[in-house]
Nanobody, 121 residues
Framework: QVQVVESGGGLVQPGGSLRLSCAAS????????MGWYRQAPGKQRELVAA???????NYVDSVKGRFTISRDDAKNTVYLQMDSLKPEDTAIYYC???????????????WGQGTQVTVSS
């Protein structure tokens, strides 16, 4: 019913930048919170950044001042601008959107398939 597709990952040198995009499509009535999570090898998945439907944002401490989350509701898309990247940012980045579908009653989360971000010289 709802498809979530990330793009924009890749290999970048330390200090470089990447911009991730995540587009939601399908039987969408309304989108609430949108967020980015990441999971590094051997570690638990963690919330990196989130944005509410009202535009309020929050970030994990390790990315504050370096990453910026934004959304375009006309395109059902959320972005993650990542600057001053560090090797410890290397992970698979997953998009999460909370959606009420057409004909649905309660909002529920949907996940993308993930996109690899590798920061290495």
């Amino acid at each position: 019913q709802v498809q979530v597709v990330e793009s924009g990952g890749g290999l970048v040198q330390p200090g470089g930048s990447l911009r991730l995009s995540c587009a939601a499509s399908g039987s969408i009535f309304s989108i609430y919170d949108m967020g980015w999570y990441r999971q590094a090898p051997g570690k638990q998945r963690e919330l990196v950044a989130a944005i509410t439907s009202g535009g309020s944002t929050n970030y994990v401490d390790s990315v504050k001042g370096r990453f910026t989350i934004s959304r375009d509701d006309a395109k059902n898309t959320v972005y993650l601008q990542m600057d001053s990247l560090k090797p410890e940012d290397t992970a698979i980045y997953y998009c999460n959107v909370v959606v009420t579908t057409r004909g649905g009653i309660f909002p529920r989360p949907y996940w993308g398939q993930g996109t690899q971000v590798t920061v290495s010289s």
